[in-house]
Nanobody, 116 residues
Framework: QVQLVESGGGLVQPGGSLRLSCAASGFTFSWFFMKWYRQAPGKERELVAGISTIGGITNYADSVKGRFTVSRDNSRNTVYLQMNSLKPEDTAVYYC?????????WGQGTQVTVSS
């Protein structure tokens, strides 16, 4: 069955960096546009970044442009989110996701906390 497993979250000080990973299985990973979302307490889930099937196209929320980089390794069925210059407002649970014929698939999420 489809599985998305995020990892790499944690507690980091403002200005620090983290790299999130999302390991995929149970589907043909290289066929799908992959996305990273986040959800902060009391807020709606928001799209953070997306990457096309072979990585040629990426897009980002305005709030993370220039600080976050999304990438993928189709040989490892993994999508990454490199997060630099982290701010307290980046604190959230981060999820990877893809859509297949109108159905969204989600991982369990990984917590990122930016605090001094």
């Amino acid at each position: 069955q489809v599985q998305l497993v995020e990892s790499g979250g944690g507690l980091v000080q403002p200005g620090g960096s983290l790299r999130l990973s999302c390991a995929a299985s149970g589907f043909t990973f290289s066929w799908f546009f992959m996305k990273w979302y986040r959800q902060a307490p009391g807020k709606e889930r928001e799209l953070v970044a997306g990457i096309s099937t072979i990585g040629g196209i990426t897009n980002y929320a305005d709030s993370v442009k220039g600080r976050f980089t999304v990438s993928r390794d189709n040989s490892r069925n993994t999508v990454y989110l490199q997060m630099n210059s982290l701010k307290p407002e980046d604190t959230a649970v981060y999820y990877c996701s893809f859509n297949d014929y109108g159905r969204d698939y989600w991982g369990q999420g990984t917590q990122v906390t930016v605090s001094s």
